[in-house]
């Protein structure tokens, strides 16, 4: 008997990033108690799981992503209390919970770190990777950190701890270093902590850049590429190192062996191929449900995500195919246009002027009728929208203010250097969902830890309820496709007009169902004769008034979406 379809394979998720989610106290900061109080708005939507950015106790460095105690919730976001209430109400809608789970590197104020900081014969000094200066020279001197490799937000990605001498690794921040998962001790606290938390009720885990957990052991120097200049990519050395399977694997037999029906495991892996996606997400290996991988958001970019180019249609479709096909047999797709790392999808890929709802109607479509499990970022459902930062001091997030003090002080053009972070700055992603018209956008009745984007006054959630033309209104309707049409979530994939610059086109087929989905990329119409064929089909999803004659099915109208269904 071939064993039931997994429960995540028909699931929509939606991500929730606390701190710019529903403010219940007025500190102008996300907490649970608020997430609690808008539990009835993503039950209505349909969603199946909700995923939660990091809660946990952290100086806030990188946003919660630098974690100073696993197992307690930072004041700012409430208690553990809190935390309970908001899971219980989560499970009592129907919903699950997937906690981040960010196990790369702690906080440079995590205990762990502080024992192991304290000297070179303290009992978690090998929890990190430290290091000696460079042979030959000075601890401190220019070059002598012990790789020359750069830190994802600017500056070398080694910190000196002038106390010993010795150099700590650190692929983020310096308030982030990096965790020693070649020590078993540290994997034995980390799968500790993670069966507390299941044992809590939470229903999986969101992997943070789980693939670099496993190092190329003697941390060799890269080519220095001129993006990063005087620095080389780490990510070739750290990037699915040697043991990154097995320490899947352990985590799976040490934490989810018993359980792992019910749960949801996501890694997210930077530079991941879909050859390594395929070995990650086969059900028989035992590792992860599935991966997000970054192919896609990084096509619209040179060498660095702050060139930015514009986005060519045909490399997206050859991306999206290549991962259909890769992941058709064996393994599983995840599918996001948006999280809390990427800058807006309609001011990105769609037309966030004249064509907002119509450009975001359609890459909802395209994205949710792939093979694989769509997320939703909070405001991805309304439209919203990238927003209108003015100077540096309009930005809150690390990664812009690192790289704005690194370019400046290389000399480049300050507005240049202030367009490219408008453009794909994470900020964009972090601005406070737009509940209403009010002040605040109803997200708090405080000051907004990063101020509201102006156009909240139109592109909220309560006036996208009122019209059921809304984006929210089609978002919705994806998320019941996705439960209730099998062809959405199991059929095969089969990319159409391949080779056309502006429309999308593919097929699903499970049994005798096959659909037929278009979407055009582009403010003109767009020839789609194959879909003049389908007239006759039932039209399941549309942006647009049906068109009339077979001659009309055969057009594209701008940003127009389409998905028909035919049984044979
Ligand atoms: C990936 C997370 O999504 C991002 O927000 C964070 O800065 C890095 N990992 C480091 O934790």
Not at 18 to 39: H, T
Not at 194 to 217: A, E, T, Y
Not at 558 to 568: F, L, S
Request: aromatic share 10%.
């Amino acid at each position: 008997m071939t064993p039931p379809e997994p429960w995540w394979k028909t699931a929509v998720v939606y991500q929730i990033y606390p701190r710019s989610f529903a403010d219940s106290n007025g500190d102008g900061v996300g907490d649970l108690s608020g997430i609690l109080a808008r539990l009835d708005y993503l039950a209505w939507l349909g969603v199946d799981v909700l995923w939660l950015s990091p809660v946990y106790p952290s100086p806030q460095d990188d946003a919660g992503y630098d974690i100073s105690d696993y197992q307690d919730i930072d004041p700012v976001f409430g208690t553990l209390d809190d935390f309970d209430a908001m899971l219980a109400a989560v499970h009592e809608r129907g919903m699950r919970l997937v906690m981040d789970l960010v196990v790369n590197h702690t906080s440079d104020e995590h205990p762990w770190f502080v024992d192991a900081r304290a000297g070179p014969g303290s009992a978690r000094r090998d929890w990190y990777w430290w290091r000696p200066p460079r042979d030959g020279m000075a601890a401190g001197a220019p070059g002598a950190e012990p790789t020359n490799w750069g830190s994802a937000f600017s500056g070398s990605a080694w910190e000196l701890d002038e106390a010993s001498g010795e150099y700590f690794l650190h692929l983020f921040s310096r308030k982030q270093p990096d965790l020693n998962w070649e020590n078993p001790a540290v994997r034995e606290a980390i799968y500790a902590m993670m069966r507390w938390w299941l044992d809590r009720g939470v229903d999986g885990f969101r992997m943070d850049v789980i693939n670099l957990i496993s190092k190329v052991p003697d941390l060799p120097d890269g080519p220095v590429s001129p993006a990063r200049a005087p620095f080389a990519d780490a990510l070739p050395f750290v990037n699915c190192g040697p043991r990154i399977h097995e320490f899947l694997q352990e985590m799976h037999r040490e934490v989810f062996a018993g359980r792992a029906d019910r749960l949801l495991t996501v890694g997210e892996m930077p530079g991941v191929t879909v050859e390594e996606a395929r070995l990650f997400t086969d059900p028989a290996r035992a590792e992860v449900d599935m991966v997000f991988q970054f192919e896609h958001v990084n096509l619209d970019q040179g060498d660095s995500k702050w060139d930015v180019r514009p986005l060519r249609l045909l490399d997206l479709k050859a991306s999206f195919g290549r991962w259909q096909a890769g992941l058709a047999e064996h393994g599983w797709n995840s599918l996001y246009w948006n999280n809390h790392d990427q800058p807006r999808v309609v001011s990105r890929f769609g037309d966030d002027g004249e064509h907002r709802v119509r450009s975001a109607k359609m890459l909802g479509t395209v994205l949710h009728l792939h093979r694989g499990t769509p997320y939703v970022y909070e405001g991805e459902e309304l439209g919203m929208t990238n927003a209108p930062f003015r100077g540096i001091e309009d930005f809150r997030d690390i990664e812009a203010l690192n790289h704005y003090a690194e370019a400046i002080a290389a000399g480049d053009d300050a507005e240049d250097v202030l367009r490219a972070l408008r453009t794909m700055g994470r900020d964009n992603a972090r601005t406070p969902m737009q509940w209403d018209a009010s002040e605040h956008a109803g997200f708090t009745t405080g000051t907004p830890w990063l101020a509201v984007n102006p156009n909240h006054a139109d592109i909220n959630a309560e006036a996208a309820r009122a019209d059921p033309d809304s984006v929210l209104h089609h978002y919705r309707g994806l998320i019941e496709l996705r439960h209730t049409e099998p062809a959405v979530a199991l059929g095969d994939f089969t990319m159409r007009m391949a080779d056309d610059e502006r429309v999308y086109a593919f097929t699903r087929r499970l049994g005798d169902v096959e659909l037929f989905v278009l979407g055009n990329f582009s403010s003109a119409n767009a020839a789609a004769p194959e879909a003049a064929g389908w007239a006759a089909s039932e039209l399941l999803v549309r942006n647009y008034d049906p068109p009339a004659t077979a001659e009309e099915h055969g057009t594209l109208r701008p940003w127009e979406a389409r998905v028909y269904k035919r049984t044979a």
